[in-house]
C-alpha cells in the first residue's frame, strides 16, 4: 500500500478537474518517511481518495498518473505507453517515401502531460529512442519504463538512451548519468520529411533535435523560394535545411555556439554537398543584426527561452520586443518574418504584444499570415493548459 498525503480543505478542486500537478502549498499532512520518487495516494483533508502520483521535493510536490486508485506497475506503463503510440500511427507520422510525401523517422512518442505520463518526455530518431526524466519518480522508473517501451515497440525499436543529468533537480543527489539502458549505436542520422539530420543525443540540447518545430520549418520551406534566407539561433541548422529544399537564393546560418555552427554545416553537407547558397556565422544575434541591414527578405528568429519562471516575465517580453525590433529593422520590404518563443510562461497573448509592440516600434507595416504552434506530437492535455510552450507568427513585412 502507498503511503498518503492529505490536503488542505478545498485544495482538491483542480484534481477534480483533472489537474495533474499538486503544489506543495495544498498539502495539510503526510506520511512519514515519503521520499523523492515514490509513489502516493492522494487524499482530501475528510480521508476521500482522489489520485496516485508521484512526490517530489518542490513547488510541484506531487505528479499524478492516475484519478483511479491503481497500483503503477508493467500493465501500467505499457498501457499508457500504448495509447501514446496509438495517437503517433493516428497521426501518420512513422512512415516511409509514397505519393503523400516525404518519408518521416523523427518523432515525439511521450510528451508528458500530455499523454498523461508526467515528468517524461521519449523523442524517436529512427530506431533509437531518447528517454528524459523531468522529475525524480520517472528517474526512479526509468528501466521499468524502458521494459514497457521494448513491449510497446518491439521491433521498431533498436536502443534507449537515457538523457537526464541536465533535467533533474541536482540537490536530489541522484548520481544519475547519462547512457544506454538498451542496445546501443553510433548511427545518429534520422529522417524528417525526406530530409537527413545529425542527432546529438549525447551532447546536444534537449533530446538532441527541436522536433517541435518539424511542421513550422515544412513551411518555411514553402516560402523559401528566391529569397535571401536568415535563420538566427539556427542550432542544428534545420530551418536552413529546408529553406535549401525551398529553392532559397542564399541561406545565412547564425548562433553564438560554435559547436552549433559545425553541427549546422554537418547538417546542409549532408543534404546539399558542396552547396555554395549556404555560409554559417557564429556570432551574437543582436550584434549580428545591427551589422547586416536591408540584406535579408526571410528571416527567422528562434531564440532560447528568454523567460524560464514567472519571476522573468517582464524581462523576458522585454527581450521579445527588442529582438523582434531588430527583425523588423532589417528585413527587406516585402519580407516575411518567422518569430518564435518557446517560454512556457509566456502566453499567446503575452508573446503577440511584444511583437506587435516591436513593430509599432520599427514602424513597419506588419500582417499576420500564419499563427503557429507546436505539432500533435506534442499534444496538449486539456486539463493542462500549461502543456501549450511554443507560439509563432509569420508576418508579412511592407
Not at 492516475?66 to 501518420?92: C, G, Q, Y
Request: aromatic fraction near 12%; glycine fraction near 8%.
Amino acid at each position: 500500500m502507498y503511503k498518503q498525503i492529505y490536503l488542505k480543505k478545498g485544495k482538491e478542486d483542480s484534481l477534480l478537474r483533472f489537474h495533474p500537478w499538486i503544489f506543495s502549498g495544498a498539502i495539510n499532512k503526510m506520511d512519514e518517511e515519503i521520499a523523492e520518487g515514490d509513489f502516493v495516494r492522494i487524499l482530501t483533508q475528510k480521508g476521500d481518495f482522489i489520485a496516485v502520483g508521484q512526490f517530489q521535493i518542490g513547488s510541484i510536490a506531487v505528479r499524478v498518473l492516475s484519478f483511479r486508485d491503481i497500483t503503477i506497475d508493467r500493465d501500467f506503463w505499457i498501457s499508457r505507453l500504448s495509447a501514446a503510440w496509438e495517437v503517433r500511427k493516428a497521426l501518420n507520422i512513422l512512415r516511409s517515401d509514397n505519393a503523400h510525401g516525404y518519408s518521416n523517422t523523427t518523432y515525439r512518442l511521450v510528451h508528458g502531460e500530455g499523454d498523461n505520463l508526467p515528468g517524461l518526455i521519449i523523442d524517436i530518431y529512427g530506431k533509437t529512442c531518447v528517454m528524459q526524466a523531468h522529475s525524480v519518480g520517472i528517474h526512479v522508473c526509468r528501466n521499468e519504463i524502458a521494459q514497457a517501451l521494448k513491449a510497446v515497440l518491439g521491433n521498431d525499436l533498436d536502443s534507449i538512451y537515457y538523457k537526464s543529468e541536465t533535467t533533474l533537480p541536482f540537490k536530489a543527489e541522484l548520481g544519475q548519468e547519462n547512457g544506454f539502458l538498451y542496445g546501443e549505436t553510433d548511427n545518429d542520422i534520422a529522417i524528417e520529411n525526406g530530409l537527413r539530420f545529425h542527432i546529438d543525443w549525447l551532447r546536444g540540447q534537449k533530446t538532441g533535435f527541436f522536433i517541435d518545430q518539424r511542421e513550422n520549418r515544412s513551411l518555411l520551406e514553402h516560402y523559401a523560394k528566391g529569397r535571401s534566407v536568415l535563420n538566427m539561433f539556427c542550432y542544428t541548422g534545420g530551418f536552413s535545411v529546408y529553406a535549401m529544399r525551398g529553392g532559397a537564393k542564399l541561406v545565412h546560418s547564425v548562433d553564438s555556439s560554435a559547436k552549433a555552427i559545425e553541427l549546422t554545416n554537418q547538417n546542409i553537407a549532408l543534404n546539399f554537398p558542396d552547396d555554395s547558397r549556404h555560409d554559417a556565422f557564429c556570432e551574437d544575434a543582436f550584434k549580428y543584426l545591427d551589422d547586416h541591414d536591408d540584406k535579408y527578405d526571410l528571416i527567422v528568429l528562434d531564440p532560447p527561452a528568454f523567460a524560464k519562471h514567472r519571476n522573468a516575465l517582464k524581462n523576458g517580453l522585454r527581450g521579445y520586443t527588442r529582438l523582434n525590433v531588430k527583425g523588423f529593422e532589417r528585413i527587406r520590404h516585402g519580407g516575411i518574418l518567422f518569430t518564435f518563443s518557446c517560454s512556457q510562461v509566456v502566453t499567446k497573448d503575452h508573446f503577440r504584444q511584444a511583437v506587435f509592440t516591436a513593430a509599432a516600434q520599427a514602424g513597419r507595416k506588419v500582417r499576420v499570415l500564419h499563427q503557429l504552434h507546436q505539432p500533435a506530437d506534442h499534444p496538449i492535455n486539456i486539463y493542462h493548459p500549461e502543456g501549450e510552450y511554443l507560439k509563432g507568427l509569420v508576418l508579412y513585412v511592407e
